[in-house]
Nanobody
């Protein structure tokens, strides 16, 4: 069974850092693009960034790329999202997803259940 499972969410304070993990089961990350998205309360889902098979990174939001860093460890079947200098507006459910392709431009159709990040001011 192929699936993605996010973890690492929780409650933090503004200014702290947090690293989220997305673990893939049933398939190798080596050949597929994986992206991180988030959805804040009352807002539409927002793309953060994507890492493709060659570890080239696509940023979906220029406003986030300085504090949000995507990386992956193929041996651990894990894609990470490092969030630095947390801000209250980062409060959201964070999802990872794959489009079963090698590039980040295609639509993402397989999603994890998400992990909640709450940032207190």
């Amino acid at each position: 069974q192929t699936r993605l499972v996010e973890s690492g969410g929780g409650v933090g304070k503004a200014g702290e850092s947090r690293r989220l993990s997305c673990v893939a089961s049933g398939f190798s990350l080596e050949y597929y693009a994986i992206a991180w998205f988030r959805q804040a309360p009352g807002k539409e889902r927002e793309g953060i960034s994507c890492i493709k098979y060659a570890e080239e990174i696509t940023h979906y939001a220029d406003s986030l790329k300085d504090r949000f860093t995507i990386s992956k460890d193929n041996d651990k079947y894990t894609v990470y999202l490092q969030i630095d200098t947390l801000k209250p507006e980062a409060t959201a459910v964070y999802f990872c997803a794959t489009n079963w392709g090698s590039y980040c431009q295609s639509d993402f159709n397989t999603w994890g259940r998400g992990t909640q990040v709450t940032v207190l001011s």
